[in-house]
């Protein structure tokens, strides 16, 4: 199975920051890299599909990039409600979509 | 409005059976591959299963195959998962979520399963 490896495990930072998450896959995935953000105590929600396109009504300030392996989130501006959780998923192998272990972006 | 609704969590004795439904609304049920995600408390996501539209292609993690099988039912719109032989670590979230062009686009509430004696 392909191992998705996430870092840092959490980070403080900012009102205003730039932030960068990374995401490292263990084979190559080519683009097939999804980005999520998850709040406590509710679902999911799609950020970023094939590594750099934007899912409808999500902030431009968050943008993805990588191909291959190694994959980034980029969140340019943080504002309040982007304090969450984030994982990165894999959907190169046929529905079998394996995570990260999350970032946990904290309020500093 | 997609709409996604978990049902059927709860408390099973560790051994013991569960069968989870996911019934879905607002989009062609059978044009879609669905999923099955989990989060145990405090931890991070996990993909459990998946799918495709006609039911005939089932995909399951190491970790729950020969244990857990997934089937749709597309005349009622509805997704299953059916668990059994549950142990304490298969407490969790459990998600639906509606698979499109390689990502997970419309999730569920979750439900919760508890497995404890």
């Known amino acids: 199975d392909i191992q998705m490896t996430q870092s840092p495990s959490s980070l403080s930072a900012s009102v205003g920051d730039r932030v960068t998450i990374t995401c490292r896959a263990s084979?190559?995935?080519?683009?097939?890299l999804n980005w999520y953000q998850q709040k406590p105590g509710k679902a999911p929600k799609l950020l970023i599909y094939?590594?750099?396109s934007l899912q409808n009504g999500v902030p431009s300030r968050f943008s993805g990039s990588g191909s291959g392996t190694d994959f980034t989130l980029t969140i340019s501006s943080l504002q309040r409600e982007d304090f969450a959780t984030y994982y990165c998923?894999?959907?190169?192998?046929?529905?079998?979509?394996?995570f990260g272990q999350g970032t946990k972006l904290e309020i500093k | 409005e997609v709409q996604l609704v978990e049902s059927g969590g709860g408390l099973v004795q560790p051994g013991g059976s569960l069968r989870l439904s996911c019934a879905a609304s607002?989009?062609?049920?059978?044009?879609?591959?669905m999923s099955w995600v989990r989060q145990a408390p405090g931890k991070g996501l996990v993909w459990v299963s998946g799918?495709?539209?006609?039911?005939?292609?089932?995909y399951y993690a190491d970790s729950v195959k020969g244990r857990f099988t997934i089937s749709r039912d597309n005349s009622k719109n509805t997704l299953h998962l059916q668990m059994n032989s549950l142990r304490a670590e298969d407490t969790a979230i459990y998600y639906c979520?509606?698979?499109?062009?390689?990502?997970?686009?419309?999730w569920g509430q979750g439900t919760l399963v508890t497995v404890s004696s």
């Open positions: 979520a509606r698979v499109t062009n390689y990502h997970s686009d419309y």
């Open positions: 607002g989009f062609t049920f059978s044009s879609y591959a």
């Open positions: 799918v495709g539209g006609s039911g005939a292609t089932t």
């Open positions: 084979q190559t995935i080519s683009s097939y």
């Open positions: 094939a590594a750099s």
């Open positions: 998923q894999q959907s190169y192998s046929t529905l079998v979509y394996t």
